[in-house]
């Protein structure tokens, strides 16, 4: 892919070249907006089907499921709607090239490895903060009323739909924005900072944090999104499996 340089002298890829601060604004309205629509719908049909829309300590399948349905459209249709079909942008355009083996190979490896990593990192944090040792994001995997059909529902939406919306924004935009005005790791450093701070809880915040520089790299290096996306799902479906599984087999209690 070739670079290109910017009125500030960074040299970036083209599709990180695409977006302005005009861009990014809208398609962060447009979010907002597509969210806050799709959220009313559900409260309204639960209430029709006589519950309430409360993520509390114990949300249901269908809230788990609903929550995670929206994040991935309004992330989508934000920047898709409010960017790229407002400027006449392909995927391609915007960062979704085809990736060499190379790539392939070296994504799979880092997502297997970030596993025990980032798990370490968590269970470091609790310890130095004090809190207890347990994943805060579990009543969320494991909602009540939850089966197989219910489990699969949720890998397929936070091990693929979720890491692709995520890295549409947080690496196909916001990090193509920042890395058109600053530097590589300033640029790494801020928009993993933000992609931690959405995550609402500090341990999972820290090692989401960690892994967002880890993937803002990767694209920067394989100028492509495919390479992220692949690391983010393959992490996320990993640790899915590995908790059903450990419920499976009475390791992990379930509901």
Known sequence: MNEVRTDTGTEVSEAQAKWTWFDLILITIGFGIIFFLGWSLLGILFRLIGTEMNLGD??????????????????????????????????????????????LLLAVSISLLAIPITGLITLLVLETLELPFENPQLEFFLPEGISFP??????????????????????????????KHWSMWPS?????????????????????????????????????????????ALNNSLRLLLLYILVAFGVIPGV
Do not use: C
């Not at 489990?151 to 935009?173: N, T």
């Not at 995550?199 to 495919?226: M, N, P, Q, R």
């Open 150 to 179: 219910g489990a699969l529902g949720i890998m397929l939406f936070g091990g693929i739909a979720v890491p692709f919306a995520e890295e549409l924004f947080f690496r196909g935009v916001l990090f193509a924005w920042l890395r």
């Open 58 to 103: 114990e949300p249901t399948l269908a809230q788990t499921l609903g929550l995670a349905a929206m994040e991935t459209i309004a992330l989508v249709g934000g920047v898709y709607f409010f960017g790229m079909r407002r400027r006449n942008l392909d995927w391609k355009e915007i960062g979704f090239k085809a990736i060499d083996n190379r790539w």
């Open 188 to 232: 790494l450093l801020v928009s993993a900072f933000l992609f931690g701070l959405v995550h609402f809880d500090i341990a999972v915040g820290v090692t989401a944090f960690i892994l967002g520089i880890v993937l803002g790299w990767v694209y920067e290096k394989s100028k492509s999104l495919w390479t992220p996306f692949l690391i983010h």
